[in-house]
C-alpha cells in the first residue's frame, strides 16, 4: 500500500485532519530514504595522475591497497585511462565499506602559489577533488563518509564540509547530511582537520546568512 493512501486511512479512522497529497508524496518520500540509507559507510581515497603519468597514491590510499590487494589488481581498470583531474571512480561492496570513492587530485606537486587566483593551487586540487566525492557519495545513500586527508588535512576538511552544506530552510524534505570524518588521520594533524572544519563551517553559515537574508526580503 503506498504512502499516501495509508496516511489517508489512518487520518480518517483516528478523525484528524486530512493531509495534502503532496505533503503525503514528501513524507514517502524522504521515509523510504531513510530506510535506504541505513547504515551504509564511505571512504573517500585520494591519488594523483597527470595527463600523461601513471597513478601515484597518498599514503592512505598506498596503506588501504597493500590491505586490499585485490582491489589494487583492478584499479587500473576500474580508473581507465580517461581519468581527469577532478573525476571520481565508485567501487562498492568493500570489506571494510560498503563504497570507496577514489578521486584523482591532478599532478602530483609541491605547494606552488598562484599570483593570478590568488590561492595555492595544490590545496585547491585537493579541496575540489574531496569536494566532488562527497557530492557523488550523496547520491548513494551512506550515512557516514571516512575522508583521506590527502597530505592537507586542513584542505581536505574544508573540501568535504563545504560540499556537505545545503541550505533547505523552507523545504519540507531536507537534504540528508552525511557524517564525515577523517580517515586514519595522525594526532598530530587532527588539529589541522579540525581547523579545516570551523573554516568550512563559517563558510557555510556565511552563505546561510546570505540566503536566508535574501529570501525574507519582500518582492
Not at 6 to 31: D, E, G, H, K, Q
Not at 140 to 163: F, I, M, N, T, W
Not at 188 to 196: E, F, I, R, S
Request: hydrophobic share 35%; aromatic share 8%; proline share 3%.
Amino acid at each position: 500500500m503506498r504512502y499516501n493512501n495509508y496516511l489517508t486511512l489512518v487520518c480518517r479512522a483516528s478523525r484528524l485532519p486530512m493531509i495534502s497529497t503532496s505533503f503525503a508524496r514528501s513524507l514517502s518520500s524522504a521515509m523510504s530514504k531513510a530506510l535506504t540509507k541505513s547504515n551504509r559507510t564511505a571512504l573517500v581515497l585520494g591519488l594523483y595522475k597527470d595527463a600523461d603519468g601513471e597513478a601515484k597514491y597518498t599514503k592512505s590510499t598506498a596503506k588501504y591497497l597493500e590491505k586490499h590487494p585485490e582491489l589494487a589488481s583492478q584499479l587500473p581498470h576500474i580508473i581507465g585511462s580517461k581519468f581527469e583531474k577532478g573525476a571520481v571512480r565508485i567501487v562498492y561492496d568493500q570489506k571494510d565499506y560498503d563504497v570507496v570513492c577514489l578521486t584523482n587530485i591532478g599532478k602530483d606537486s609541491a605547494e606552488k602559489y598562484s599570483e593570478l587566483e590568488e590561492v595555492y593551487t595544490n590545496r585547491e586540487d585537493i579541496r575540489s577533488s574531496i569536494s566532488k566525492s562527497i557530492r557523488a557519495l550523496a547520491e548513494q545513500s551512506v550515512s557516514h563518509v571516512a575522508v583521506d586527508s590527502c597530505g592537507d588535512p586542513q584542505a581536505s576538511a574544508e573540501g568535504a564540509v563545504l560540499s556537505n552544506y545545503a541550505f533547505d530552510e523552507f523545504k519540507t524534505v531536507k537534504k540528508d547530511k552525511v557524517e564525515i570524518t577523517p580517515y586514519e588521520i595522525a594526532d598530530n594533524a587532527l588539529t589541522q582537520w579540525d581547523c579545516g572544519v570551523t573554516v568550512a563551517e563559517a563558510q557555510n553559515f556565511s552563505r546561510w546568512l546570505v540566503v536566508d537574508n535574501s529570501a525574507s526580503l519582500p518582492t
